[in-house]
């Protein structure tokens, strides 16, 4: 399982360093967000809670995960040259979270059409799924699909490059990087709406997109 996850981490960082396109002229400095931070903070909480793992509330592997969580968080802050994208594969439209970049806004929710891919000058915060979607892969490692009974919206750190796929057989959403925050309604600030899966289908796109 270990063995597993390494894989896992390797490639999820392969590929989101391989899909970013270069922006030379002026790459966001996301280790200067509240983002990176919070992320730097945890791992330093992490790594002493190491030394005392039964009063840190934690099992050695549940610390070992979660480092290794936040240890890619930190890289994609560290090495992005882009702000966030999400890249919708999944076949249908898909609820995004997002705001206009280098703007300290709340982000808001927008429908990102089939194949498209959101605008680099828009940082891509998350992604909106409605009660009755099936997602994979909430947990690293945990392939078997759930069948959500409330919406959530997921947080990606600044920088991601998300990519959300259908799996064929299963008809569950995948996500090539795990979520930073998962947030129910009343956890976050963000607008979280009481969506159908086929209210979100039923949206005309509006989310702002690459040419």
Request: glycine fraction near 6%.
């Amino acid at each position: 399982m270990k063995l597993f996850k390494t894989f896992l981490l390797v490639f999820t960082l392969l590929v989101n360093f391989l899909i970013v396109q270069p922006s030379w002229a002026d790459p966001p400095l996301l280790t200067q967000t509240p983002e990176y931070a919070e992320v730097t903070q945890a791992i330093n909480e992490l790594t002493q809670a190491k030394t005392a793992p039964a009063e840190s509330g934690y099992t050695a592997e549940q610390i070992e995960q979660k480092t290794g969580e936040l240890n890619l968080q930190k890289y994609i802050l560290e090495t992005s040259l882009e702000w966030g994208q999400c890249r919708n594969q999944t076949g249908q439209n898909l609820a995004v979270f997002a705001h206009k970049a280098k703007k300290n806004q709340q982000p808001s929710i927008y429908y990102l059409g089939n194949g498209k891919i959101t605008d680099d000058e828009w940082n891509c915060d998350g992604v909106y799924l409605p009660a009755g979607v099936k997602i994979a892969g909430l947990i690293p490692g945990d392939t078997q699909a759930q069948e959500l009974t409330e919406p959530l919206a997921l947080k990606f750190v600044p920088g991601t490059q998300l990519i959300a796929q259908t799996n064929p057989q299963t008809g569950a959403i995948e996500l090539n990087v795990p979520p930073a925050k998962i947030f129910k309604t009343s956890d976050t600030t963000w607008t979280i709406p009481n969506l159908s899966a086929a209210d979100v289908s039923a949206q005309a796109p509006n989310a702002p997109i690459e040419d």
